[in-house]
């Protein structure tokens, strides 16, 4: 089974609706991270949360909101889509000690 | 704000060696980092370097850090087909915070 699950793999929605974006991990990490990932931009760090009580923004955090539910699962929220936000959505977790991040397969969000 | 830079495109024939270049501008990085996208999938860790090395080897895979004028490679021997992919560049600085390459995309050609 996979270690970092997210859910949906693929979202197609219109401009305006409110979409939430779930991860799931059993690697038993503190540390859960949210990137965006654009053709030719890379990974864009969205929302970080080092424990259930800590969240903190990162680099493109405008349009988005999440929530740490528990050790386990950060879902992302889009309140208000706008087509901009059209891009492949990356969760991740680390142990906080080696630096290595684990990946998540990805959710491709569309929004027209 | 500091950066990672990588070309983002790289094509060489079935055999050959590889070279991605990645040039980064922290100077407190602790850790160098090489990711493999394949198609529809999440970033897996390849390999990392700790600052103060300047070279690993891991079976077909060299990392070369030049930490003066920071420069990281990741050399592939003997380029396979399955090695097709994007492949990321990653550092992270003293305050744990992680920094991407956009990613170079790496085609082998049979």
């Known amino acids: 089974d996979a270690d970092v699950t997210q859910t949906p793999r693929n979202r197609i929605t219109k401009t305006g609706k409110r979409i939430m974006l779930e991860c799931s991990q059993t690697k038993g990490h503190d540390r859960m991270y949210w990137y965006r990932q654009d053709p030719g931009l890379g990974l864009r760090l969205i929302y970080y949360s080092f424990d259930v009580k800590d969240i903190n923004k990162g680099e493109i955090s405008d349009g988005y909101s999440v929530s740490r539910q528990a050790q386990a699962k950060f879902s992302l929220s889009l309140e208000s889509a706008i087509p901009n936000q059209t891009a492949l959505y990356f969760c991740?977790?680390?142990?906080?000690?080696?630096?290595?991040?684990?990946f998540g397969p990805g959710t491709r969000l569309t929004v027209l | 704000g500091e950066d990672v830079e990588q070309s983002l495109f790289l094509s060489v024939r079935e055999g050959d060696s590889s070279v991605i270049n990645c040039t980064y501008t922290?100077?407190?990085?602790?850790?160098l980092y090489w990711y493999k996208q394949e198609p529809g999938a999440g970033l897996q860790l390849l390999t990392y370097?700790?600052?103060?090395?300047d070279m690993k080897q891991d079976q077909r895979l060299t990392v070369l850090l030049n930490k003066k004028d920071k420069h990281l490679s990741l050399r592939i021997a003997d380029t396979q087909t399955g090695d097709s992919a994007i492949y990321f560049c990653?550092?992270?600085?003293?305050?744990?915070?992680?920094?991407f390459g956009a990613g170079t995309r790496l085609t082998v050609k049979p």
């Open positions: 991740a977790t680390s142990d906080g000690v080696s630096g290595e991040q684990f």
């Open positions: 922290d100077s407190s990085s602790t850790y």
């Open positions: 370097i700790f600052s103060n090395m």
């Open positions: 990653a550092e992270m600085d003293n305050n744990n915070d992680m920094r």
